[in-house]
C-alpha cells in the first residue's frame, strides 16, 4: 500500500515539473502494485489515477481522461487525504472546464477549494486552485485574456512543450522526451508562438 501511494505521489510530482515520462512510469508502477494486491478500489490509488488522465488529457483524450479521473476523484474521497481529494478535484475540473462543461466544472472547483482551506499546508494546490479559479472566471474554456483583448488559452500539451522549449533540448529531443512525433512537436511549437503573439 505504502508502495502504490508513493509510486502515485512520484507521478504527480514529475507531472507538475513536465516530466511526463517519468510521470507515466510511476503511475504505472502505482497501478502495477494495485493490480498484483488487489488495492485497485483503495483511496491510496487515487493521485496514479489522477496522474494517468491528465497524461490522456495532454495526448487529447479529454473523454478518456474524463473518466479516468472521476474514478481518482470517486477513490479519493473514500479516504481522509484532503491533498489526494484536492488534486483529484482540481483535475477533474480543468477537464470538464475544456469538455465546456462550466457547471460541473465550477462545482468541483468549489469542493476543492473547501478541501484545499481544511490542508495544513496544501502546497502546489493553492496555485491550481487559483489557476482554475481564473479559467473558471474568463468564461470560455479557451479563451484568456491578454492586454484587454482574447487569446487562446495554451493547451495542457502545449505548456508540456513550452516547458522544455527553454531548455537545452531541441525539438526532436523534445518530441523523444514527451514521447510525441517529431511533427507533432512542430504543429505544438508553432500554436503556441500563434497563441502567444
Not at 531548455?167 to 518530441?175: G, M, P, V, Y
Request: hydrophobic residues 40%; negative net charge.
Amino acid at each position: 500500500l505504502a508502495a502504490m501511494h508513493a509510486s502515485g505521489g512520484l507521478a504527480a510530482i514529475h507531472y507538475e515539473r513536465g516530466d511526463l515520462i517519468s510521470a507515466d512510469v510511476h503511475a504505472a508502477e502505482a497501478t502495477q502494485i494495485a493490480d498484483e494486491h488487489a488495492l485497485g478500489e483503495h483511496w491510496a490509488s487515487s493521485l496514479a489515477l489522477a496522474v494517468r488522465g491528465q497524461l490522456l488529457e495532454c495526448r487529447g483524450d479529454l473523454d478518456a481522461a474524463d473518466s479516468v479521473i472521476d474514478r481518482a476523484v470517486t477513490l479519493a474521497q473514500r479516504g481522509v487525504a484532503s491533498i489526494e481529494i484536492a488534486y483529484s478535484l482540481l483535475t477533474l475540473a480543468a477537464v470538464r472546464q475544456r469538455l465546456g462543461r462550466r457547471a460541473d466544472a465550477a462545482n468541483l472547483h468549489k469542493q476543492a477549494r473547501l478541501t484545499v482551506g481544511s490542508c495544513g499546508d496544501p502546497g502546489i494546490l493553492r496555485a491550481r486552485l487559483t489557476r482554475t479559479e481564473r479559467r473558471l472566471r474568463d468564461g470560455s474554456p479557451g479563451l484568456v485574456e491578454r492586454d484587454g483583448a482574447g487569446v487562446e488559452d495554451l493547451s495542457e500539451a502545449e505548456l508540456n512543450v513550452l516547458r522544455l522549449l527553454g531548455t537545452d533540448l531541441s525539438q526532436r529531443e523534445i518530441a523523444s522526451e514527451l514521447q510525441l512525433s517529431f511533427n507533432t512537436i512542430k504543429t505544438h511549437t508553432r500554436n503556441i508562438y500563434r497563441k502567444l503573439g
